[in-house]
């Protein structure tokens, strides 16, 4: 679903249009009322990982995924990434593959097969949470700690896909980002699921130094989130002069890209964008755009690292 968020999704607490919209978000409720009772198995021939979101797009879901996978590896675990095989979401699908090995497939149930029939030991889905016929032996959910769960509404009404009351049934809830709110959200956190493991999580710029800081940029992004991208950038001293924003899992035209790069010239500016966005650019115009090497730190790793042994 390609789409720009609405604002008041993410107001501290539901506004008129929220309201009026309420009675639409009866199907998801009700949907995932029965959801609770559904009996899935998880699979005894291969462990699996999901990574996924009640907040619906751009909580960091396939940056975590990557990297569990190089955990994994470390770890020395014969690792697949699993995508179902959407038509828009090449961006995400791409990036895996670059950077893991991808199983995608039209059906999870096929990938588990997949991965089975390559004697993998692990897989981990990006996405999946809401998948009707298979369970999973860890499934983790990602926040963004700036928005958390918005106005706490469901679909149309508001951000979320599910309550935040199923959280109960996650083993683990990865936050990213930077809020003063911490504590109380934490709190929250463990008054629903006492048990679930919390992971802080961050983004760092791994090639800084490569760009001139004295230097003015435009930079575009198509993503769920991008106020993370700019605050990123002006937490490392990028001097913005403009931004552009598209919905996400935009797919870049020709005259899109024209223009981002006409703005651009037209007020001396150099172009940044995602790396996500990045890999849906033509080759003819990776030439006059760069993209920021971001990594993942998970603040307590070690956790993890435990959590991922004890299960694996």
Known sequence: ??????????????????????????????????????????????????????????????????????????????TATVKKDYDNQLDEKILLKQKTILITSNSREIAIKTGIKENYKVLIFDDGLQDTKIDYDLKFVCFKLKNWIGNGLCIPAGPMREKISSLKRFDGVFLNGKTENLEKITNQIKKINSNINIFKTSYYISDVKNYNLNSEYLIFSGIGNPDDFKDLLIENNFKIAKELIFPDHHKYSYKDLEKIHLIAKKNNLNIITTEKDYVKIPYEFKKIINYLKIDLNIENEYKLLNLLKKSL
């Open 1 to 78: 679903m390609n789409f720009k968020k609405p604002n008041f999704w993410d107001l501290s607490k539901p506004s008129i249009i929220s309201y009026l919209l309420t009675p639409f978000t009866l199907p998801i409720i009700i949907r995932n009322y029965f959801f609770q009772f559904l009996k899935r198995k998880k699979n005894s021939k291969i462990k699996t990982i999901c990574v996924g979101n009640i907040y619906v797009g751009g909580t960091g879901k396939t940056p975590l995924t990557i990297k569990l996978y190089e955990i994994l590896d470390k770890m020395k675990l014969k």
